[in-house]
């Protein structure tokens, strides 16, 4: 494993100072303790925990040094170690920002040189304070793969003594807890199996439903179902072309064929034209998985770094499920201001904005960031250079065409039979309307004649339209500069471009 290499090399050419970042102790430190002993020379490991002081890997607990509970007496005994050895400190985060701990880490690396010393802090967390960053060296503790993920399910199905499996029902099992650590993965696989009284490829649906509890318990991610087609979406012809064509995009024989992997997309738009409605139904579409990141919770401002580890958690669980999409809406809000704000937040911001940046440049899983925005002035312009997006489409409001078709959808939608309505007619009344402003006109008149018993018509429609100011009539001046700016710089989500420029008159 690549990571148990990093860390043997790191141990091996003697740094100091390891932070490990992973929710996972027990498999971390059982990895540790097995580079502690590749070695011809065997070093001791020793954990501390602040309810336990420092104890040897592997003895009771009970065994303790004596005096070493706190943070600081464990880094003096640390120092006054003579032999080599790998110290572990468990959820030291807490306390690292204490000026005594700070202090007595650098006193301690400090006297680490040829000693054959390190200390590793490990938490779930990164928690760095500035004093410590140039001596300590990050590292993220992956997800399990595949293959680990098959040691848990091969116990848990040894335990249950269930018949063999053939390798299809093994792959959808194992699969179905992509991005799950291994404690969760075992609780999942267990509660399927008490569930459903045993557990065979039909449990795979028990599996990813737990998954999802999982995933939106961390708050930033969180599955997306959504029921909508593609086809519900009116007009927009060129964005639906662009996404049906790269339907198989993440397959096998797309690699094969020699086609790069899609990174990602930026909707920019109107707002109510659609833009978040065609990224949900693409993962449809697709036959991928829908990840929502809520870039509102990754900020935290309880703790110093915290923000910069949910994001690199989400995105570490977004890549170790891929294929996925993963679905930022309103990129905009999330990054305002990003680089060069005033930094009214400490610049988490703009350290956020940057992690992100770097990731999507530098990602290889297959993760389709689809991005949504309606405020361009505020997105930072790395976002829109050439190469971070493999597109980026403008929304802008439908074209007459367009509102027909999604007159056709909504009225579709809510009853059967649709020619009595003359289509033509409310797209010609509607102009300036948004998709959503047009379905709530269609409801609008529908509570009219629910209110007075009788079945709603096309006049009641038209009535809800003249009664309504449409956005682009209240913002005018942001709508216009938004086309303004997009014109030059996007690809028209609309049929073509003739049309689009049409509607400037
Ligand atoms: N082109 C369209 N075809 C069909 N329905 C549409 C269309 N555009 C918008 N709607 C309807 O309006 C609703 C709201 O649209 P959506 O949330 O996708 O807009 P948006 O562009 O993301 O807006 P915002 O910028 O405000 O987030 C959709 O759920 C859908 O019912
Ligand atoms: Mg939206």
């Known amino acids: 494993m690549v990571m148990k290499e990093e860390l043997n090399i790191l141990i091996q050419a003697q740094y100091p100072l390891i932070y490990l970042v992973t929710p996972e102790e027990e498999r971390a430190e059982a990895a540790i303790a097995k580079i502690a002993q590749m070695k011809t020379k065997h070093r001791r490991v020793f954990v501390w925990t602040v309810t336990h002081g420092i104890v040897e890997y592997g003895q009771p607990r009970h065994i303790t040094q004596h005096n070493t509970v706190s943070p600081e007496a464990a880094i ?35 006297s680490f040189k040829d000693t054959e010393k390190a200390i590793i802090l490990m938490s779930p967390f990164q928690q760095v304070p500035i004093e410590l960053e140039k001596d300590v060296i990050v590292i993220d503790y992956p997800l399990p793969n595949m293959a680990e993920l098959n040691q848990v399910l091969s116990r848990q199905l040894d335990q249950i003594k269930s018949r063999r499996m053939t390798t299809e029902s093994r792959e959808k099992l194992l699969k179905a807890a992509l991005g799950l650590t291994k404690d969760e993965a075992e609780k999942v696989y267990r509660k399927a199996q008490v569930k459903a009284g045993r557990l065979t490829e039909e449990e795979v649906e028990i599996v990813l439903s737990e998954k999802q509890q999982l995933i939106r318990r961390n708050g930033i991610l969180e599955y ?111 990054f305002a201001g990003g680089t060069g704000s005033a930094d009214s937040d400490g610049g988490t911001s703009s350290r956020i904005f940057g992690s992100f940046l770097t990731w999507m440049q530098e990602k290889t899983s297959p993760v389709f960031v689809m991005a949504t925005a309606n405020r361009i002035e505020r997105l930072p312009g790395e976002f829109l250079r050439k190469g971070r997006f493999d597109e980026i489409f403008f929304v802008d409001l439908p074209t007459t065409e367009e509102r027909q078709d999604i007159y056709r959808i909504h009225l579709s939608k809510r009853r059967t039979d649709i020619t009595r309505f003359d289509l033509v007619q409310l797209a010609k009344m509607s102009e300036g309307f948004s998709g959503a402003e ?36 209240t913002m005018t001046e942001q709508v216009t500069a938004l086309r303004d700016w997009a014109r030059q710089r996007a690809r028209p989500a609309a049929s073509s471009v003739a049309e689009y420029l049409q509607l400037e008159s």
Request: charged share 25%.
């Open 76 to 110: 003096q005994w640390v120092v006054q170690h003579r032999e080599p050895g790998i110290f572990i400190f468990k959820d030291l985060h807490p306390f690292i920002d204490s000026p005594a701990t700070t202090r007595w880490l650098r006193d301690a690396i400090a």
């Open 224 to 334: 997306i179902e959504e029921d909508e087609t593609i086809n519900s979406i009116g007009g927009l012809e060129e964005l639906k072309k662009w996404l049906k064509q790269r339907s198989n995009a993440f397959t096998e024989r797309a690699r094969e064929y020699g086609l790069p992997q899609p990174k990602g997309m930026l909707i920019l738009g109107v707002p109510g034209c659609g833009k978040s409605l065609i990224a949900k139904t693409t993962a449809r579409l697709w036959g991928l998985p829908l990840l929502r990141l809520d870039m509102g919770r990754v900020y935290d401002g309880s703790m110093v770094g915290r923000s910069e580890a949910n994001l690199r958690n989400a995105l570490k669980t977004a890549e170790s499920i891929s294929p996925v999409i993963l679905f930022i809406d309103e990129l905009d809000k999330a």
């Open 438 to 473: 047009i379905e709530q006109a269609i409801i609008a008149a529908m509570y009219e004649a629910f209110a007075q018993e009788r079945e709603f018509t096309q006049l009641d429609i038209i009535a809800a339209l003249k009664a309504t100011l449409p956005l682009s009539r």
